[in-house]
């Protein structure tokens, strides 16, 4: 329990608020958006902040909820406690999240930060097609004992349905027509899944407020039952949050407002040069780092514009380097008492522009939700863009039903003829040639790839392998000092296909800024999808052939592993080539000098 007492306000203080060169044009934006009278019109959910379009404005109208749903979900909170008091009763152990995006991201945060208590069940977030990920938390559970949370506000998310469907058939060969009691949905009314839910006669079906977009989710039910079956003080968590919106309230001066001021920061510094968002988040909040880099690249990266955030490494070496760069402004997350560490500085002593947001315990983390909610709204105006649409999302859900829709009726995926082949893995490339000189390897191609950089670029490397699994994290980290060694571009790391219901937007919406490194190892385990005729391994290949192809027609640089390897080898195959690349081009340079 949190302790008590009044509490604060959670503060942005100017001390805190290291934007060097670059204050005296925030300044300037603060007092424009004061003067608009930005947060009254914004708390009235007045859409001209963001468009004129008459389409749009009606998105816009119906994505604002989340600004009320803190003291909403507050009276709620005896109802979650009881279901969760329920569950438990029940002999529950574990509780399974099956969701993407919004539904997932901010579980996975609420169930890191807040470890679940003795006797409460304990929380996992599956949201990953690769079937090795689905195994290993089939292996993890007790099926007898377990509640799977099915979490998607359209209730028509395809990961989210397949993976339904695969525990459902699971559990009603083990309990019947018990089987029900084993599951509980969380959508927006009259979504198919609340249907669904009524019809198989699921424990309980929670309806979320149909005005709160996926990525502004997380103090509505999509964030909280789960939290609450894990244990979590949720009143906790949620009174900050109402503290919050109340200092980022129409009442409040603009220079005090926290949200405003770091979303003012955040949309300057974009235009000015400095979009790439690092984010050193104390080890105590992690993984709100995720949480953070979907909701910023989802809102803002969209025609042509955008925040790309970074989460910074665990390498003290290589954060520092990521946090470097004229690209570049910093965001400090600390927790407690803990000090933040001053702003690096680069060659001629230029420092990073640095904002340090100071959480006093863990239970500040609802209002850091919301604070990071508003900054994202105000940034998405600063840049001109709607933060609450998700134009290009679809694209690659549309290849991905089309390359379906070719293996069901002839039993394969239909690809292009790949650039060069190594060995048995095939290569595919987009927006650059295949190497002219020497020998086309995998390593000639991801240099031909980093050789196309431009300042002001980044480097997305996309990785359809387990998450929960220690061995891929760790060498993708390797992955990612390499490239950043070899190239001093902010490096990110995303995860397939949970990456396309977050960075995916900004990656084919927003700048034309991006290398693009797509891993896509094979998986020989074969685990059905019921109701269809392909299983888990052949939708996954079909979302990273989906993706490719997006990314490829928008005229983005990409190179395209595909391995008949596991992820191990895989990403070892991608290891090699880099240390080659990086061999070759120092010989260059020294052939040249």
């Not at 001066?253 to 968002?277: E, H, Q």
């Not at 039993?411 to 086309?440: D, H, T």
């Not at 596991?566 to 880099?578: F, I, K, N, P």
Request: with cysteine; net charge positive.
């Amino acid at each position: 329990m949190r302790r008590s007492g009044p509490l604060e306000p959670f503060r942005l203080p100017a001390r805190d608020v290291r934007l060097l060169g670059y204050a005296p044009a925030v300044a300037r934006r603060v007092a424009t958006l004061s003067a608009g009278r930005f947060a009254a019109k914004m708390f009235r959910g007045d859409p001209s902040l963001w468009t004129s379009d008459p389409a749009a404005r009606r998105i816009v109208n119906n994505r604002l909820g989340w600004l009320r749903s803190p003291r909403e979900m507050l009276r709620e909170v005896p109802r979650l406690e009881a279901f969760a008091a329920n569950a438990r009763g029940d002999g529950m152990r574990h509780a399974v999240l099956l969701g993407m995006g919004g539904s997932s991201l901010c579980v996975e945060v609420f169930r890191r930060v807040f470890p679940p208590p003795a006797g409460f069940p304990e929380i996992i977030v599956l949201d990953s097609t690769v079937p090795g990920a689905v195994h290993r938390v089939e292996s993890d559970i007790d099926p007898a004992r377990t509640l799977f949370v099915v979490s998607s506000k359209s209730g028509t998310t395809g990961e989210t349905l397949a993976l339904q469907s695969y525990f459902w058939e699971k559990m009603r060969r083990l309990r019947g027509d018990l089987a029900g009691r084993h599951f509980v949905a969380i959508t927006d009314p009259g979504t198919p899944l609340s249907a669904e839910a009524s019809a198989r006669a699921y424990r309980a079906t929670f309806h979320n407020a149909p005005d709160i977009g996926g990525r502004y989710s997380a103090l509505s039910y999509f964030g909280l039952l789960p939290a609450a079956l894990g244990g979590a003080d949720i009143a906790a968590i949620l009174r900050p949050a109402l503290l919050m919106l109340e200092a980022c309230g129409p009442a409040a001066a603009a220079s005090d407002n926290p949200g405003l001021m770091l979303g003012a920061a955040l949309g300057v510094l974009a235009r000015r040069g400095r979009d790439k968002v690092v984010l050193a988040v104390d080890p105590g909040l992690r993984p709100f780092g995720l949480w953070i880099e979907q909701l910023l690249a989802e809102s803002t990266g969209k025609e042509g514009r955008g925040l790309v955030p970074v989460e910074a490494p665990a390498s003290p070496a290589a954060a520092r380097a990521t946090l470097l760069g004229p690209d570049r402004v910093a965001v400090v997350m600390t927790l407690g008492r803990r000090p933040a560490a001053a702003p690096p500085a680069g060659r001629g002593g230029a420092s990073t522009p640095t904002i340090v947001l100071r959480l006093r315990d863990r239970f500040d983390l609802g209002a850091a939700i919301v604070q990071w909610e508003i900054a994202t709204a105000v940034a998405g105006a600063v840049l001109g863009v709607n933060p609450f649409d998700e134009p290009n999302v679809a694209e690659s859900k549309t290849n991905t039903a089309a390359a379906l829709a070719e293996f069901d009726a002839t039993g394969g995926l239909r690809e292009e003829e790949p650039a060069l082949a190594e060995g048995r893995a095939r290569v595919f490339l987009g927006g650059i040639k295949p190497p002219s000189r020497g020998p086309a390897t995998l390593s000639a191609a991801v240099g031909s790839l980093l050789g196309r950089r431009r300042r002001g670029d980044y480097i997305a490397v996309l990785a359809f392998v387990d998450p929960g699994s220690r061995s891929p994290r760790a060498t993708l980290e390797t992955i990612r000092s390499l490239l950043l060694a070899a190239t001093g571009c902010a490096v990110t790391l995303g995860y397939g296909p949970r990456y396309l219901h977050s960075t995916g937007q900004l990656h084919k919406g927003g700048p034309n800024r991006g290398l693009f490194i797509q891993i896509v190892p094979d998986d020989t385990m074969v685990l059905p999808i019921p109701g269809t005729p392909h299983d888990f391994e052949t939708f996954k290949q079909a979302q990273g052939l989906g993706d490719y192809l997006s990314l490829k027609r928008r005229g983005r640089r990409i190179v395209r592993l595909r391995s008949p390897d596991d992820a191990a080898g895989a990403l070892r195959t991608l290891v090699a080539a880099l240390r080659a690349a990086r061999a070759v081009s120092r010989r260059v340079r020294r052939t040249r000098t």
